[in-house]
């Protein structure tokens, strides 16, 4: 009997120890792969950290459906929108020639582009679905320039490792890791369906990430900035979202 | 691994720590109703089904209208609208208000919980696997399945009868086939059509959605799955209370069950 639970002693002591160092392992591998996401504290840190982790050794290069032309819905839904301020009605009065796109941050050479500069590069179009978390959805032809390519012309630093983006409307700012900024079908998207993209869609320019949720394809983007770490930006906890309760990984 | 049928059916009473003879206590000790690992993974998932009907309640709340196919919103036909308010403006409910958004919390809970239980139901279903509890317990025998025998307990079922001694011990066929209904078929489906609405894992594994006819159609079988889980929920605890809701819960919580006037 003695015996016995003496083994048991050891045999869970091991274990026990065995289990602490490999979750310490485990917590230290994930840190270095970027497995683990800026909102990861909190009772529900440990969730969202599975998802982002499981997803992004499942799909960091996965591509998102495309569909035929012949799925394009009809009407593409414009979502509700906070009611304009006077520099957005300012620059949609001169049919946004004036709208610029400022990328700073740990890049080699800051710049600001405007809306023509933007559509000089190659155009690009994919045909994919937004799909909001309320559960709705709709597909369109999203036209624009890969996120990747202004990337590559202000050349971002080694050390980057999240893209921030900003909307005119100052509550509305988000950021992606570096996995889905250099990803092909991350798009700076300026058309929809062979036309300029509508205001009500995000016009005159919108971040269109097909492989997470809508929320994460912020509207009338105006700011990117490359950074290394989330911790100067709002609370620190990688967008707008998670200070309002939702997710900053938004691939689910 | 250690082994389950130990863990569970070798329990020693609380309180019956009698050191002169240990094993004579497990002699007379009467065997229990389900295993240790029924137990605990059933505990769990309770916790984490209440969990995820409430968040899922929520999130259905901001857009209460189902469709079929890929695509849907409220420019498109649903296939049918929840009579009920909604969480957002956009959606025309026919309700002269809209209720407080509360998905944000809703979200992080419900993956949550379906992280925690879908990591217990791969525990049971391997530890079940190795101990032989899906074959010994929960798989009808020939003779159970016959229309004459399947009849029989239907019949008694709709009498309310409460069951008999013999099912202490073992489930009956109904139970059985509900169960295996609920493990192999209901969790898995309401697993697949999550993952489904997911635009990352949809993009790793595009079958996931195209094989279910589109985004919108699996959002749409989530819920149906969903109900049925809620339908068999209500009726498992009908029955809990007919057999005895004490002597019952104490066996799943306990794994000991009172034989006797309350044991049935």
Known sequence: MTDLSRRKLIVTGLAATAGVTGLGVAARLAEKYGLVPPDHGGIYGPGETLTYAAQRLLTRHSLAREFPRSQISKRPLANEIPPFRDDFKRLAAGGFVDWRLNVDGMVGRPASFSLTQLKSYPSLSQITELACEEGWSYIAEWIGVPLSHVLDVVGIRPQAK???YFSIDPDWWESMDMADALHPQTFLAYGMNGDDLPVGNGGPLRMRLPRQLGYKSVKFITRLTVTDSMKGFGKGLGSASPEGGYAWYAGI | MPNMETLGSAEVPVGACVPSSA?????????????ALVRVTHSVTIFCFIALLVSGAEIVISHPRFYW?????????????????????????????????????????????????????????????????????????KANLSWRMLSTEIKRRLRFERPGEAETWSYNVLQQLAYLLVIFVLFPLVIWTGLA??????????????????RQSARTIHFFVSLALVLFLVVHVVMVFLAGFRSRTGAMITGRTATGSEGA
């Open chain 1, 162 to 164: 999240y893209v921030v």
């Open chain 2, 23 to 35: 094993s004579a206590v497990r002699a007379t000790a009467p065997p229990s109703r389900h295993s």
């Open chain 2, 69 to 141: 196919g890929e695509t849907g919103n409220v420019l498109t036909t649903p296939l049918f609208q929840l009579p009920i308010p909604s969480s957002r403006a956009l959606v025309p409910t026919g309700y002269g208000y809209v209720l407080p958004d509360q998905n944000g919390w809703s979200r992080a809970l419900h993956f949550q919980a379906a992280w925690i239980v879908v990591f217990t139901g791969v525990l049971y279903a391997i530890c079940s696997l190795l101990t032989g509890h899906f074959q010994k317990d929960l798989l009808p025998t």
């Open chain 2, 197 to 214: 609405m997911s635009p990352a894992f949809v993009s790793a594994f595009p079958a996931s959605a195209t094989l279910l006819g589109g």
